[in-house]
């Protein structure tokens, strides 16, 4: 009896998270869009060249050089996350990652919005290069 209130609570508290990630979603007003953005650059050993080039430049310092996460330069206490991994806490979609990467993730953290410090084409070569380095056959 104790365990199917247990799970029954679960499954409401899990209901609760989703109401609210979609009411976050809705209330961002882009994210469904980012969602299903494409990205326009296409995965050729060119651009992936240039976004490894450009990670290096402006990612590296606090994703890691190998993007693993917490590189050298990362602010303390800021844990900048593996990128290489398929855990993504702001979306897996190309287009999420690219809203992230665009806008940061808000107010007061390190992930500062790149917006007008790299232009876009960059922003799709470095995605492109962190699904070379990612796992294989990842959904997007
Ligand atoms: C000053 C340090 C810093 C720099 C520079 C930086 N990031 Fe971040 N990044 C962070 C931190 C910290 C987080 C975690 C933010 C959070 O979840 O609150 C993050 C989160 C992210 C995420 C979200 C990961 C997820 O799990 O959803 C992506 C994608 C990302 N960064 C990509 C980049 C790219 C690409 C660059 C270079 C153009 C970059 N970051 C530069 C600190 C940095």
Known sequence: MR????????????AGATLVAVG????????????????PVPPTPASITAGAAAYKKYCAFCHGPQAT??????????NPPDLTDATWSHGSTD???????????????AMVPFE????????????NFLR?????????
Not at 69 to 78: C, F, I, R
């Open 69 to 78: 996460g917490n590189g050298p330069l990362a602010p303390e206490g800021s």
């Open 95 to 109: 287009g999420e990652i690219h809203a992230v990467i665009v806008k940061g993730v808000g107010e007061g953290s």
């Open 132 to 140: 070379s380095i990612g796992p294989k056959g990842a959904p997007r």
């Open 24 to 39: 976050v979603q809705a209330q961002g007003g882009g994210a469904a869009s980012a969602t299903a953005m494409k990205s």
């Open 3 to 14: 365990r199917i209130s247990k799970l029954f609570m679960s499954s409401v508290m899990l």
């Open 116 to 127: 007008g410090k790299l232009p876009d084409q960059d922003i799709w070569h470095i995605i």
